[in-house]
């Protein structure tokens, strides 16, 4: 089993950049898929972007975000550049080790 500890969410204005960060109960190179997720009020759980084998990374990202992982620190990274409204959502980390992983999911909202 894994736990995931997200944080660094809050308010920022449209343009602005927040940096999101996971721990995770154990070392990340162990775990075959760990990235984040979002949801934003009455949509579906949707992918933001993931690294396993590959980094993958939702085509809404367009180059403003970047997942980085720390296997010393066993955490995972969000950088979100050039924020717009439409990426108010909760932020939830996932990893995937034979099961499906969720943290506990952290807010964001883009707002002038």
């Known amino acids: 089993q894994v736990q995931l500890v997200e944080s660094g969410g809050g308010l920022v204005q449209p343009g602005g950049s927040l940096r999101l960060s996971c721990a995770a109960s154990r070392r990340i190179f162990s775990l075959n898929v760990i990235g984040w997720y979002r949801q934003a009020p009455g949509k579906e759980r949707e992918l933001v972007a993931t690294?396993?084998?590959?980094?993958n990374y939702a085509d809404f990202v367009n180059g403003r975000f970047t997942i980085s992982r720390d296997n010393a620190k066993n955490t995972v990274t969000l950088q979100m550049n050039n924020l717009k409204p439409e990426d108010t959502a909760v932020y939830f980390c996932?990893?995937?080790?034979?099961?499906?992983?969720w943290g506990q999911g952290t807010q964001v909202t883009v707002s002038s």
């Open positions: 996932y990893a995937w080790m034979g099961n499906d992983y």
């Open positions: 690294i396993g084998a590959r980094t």
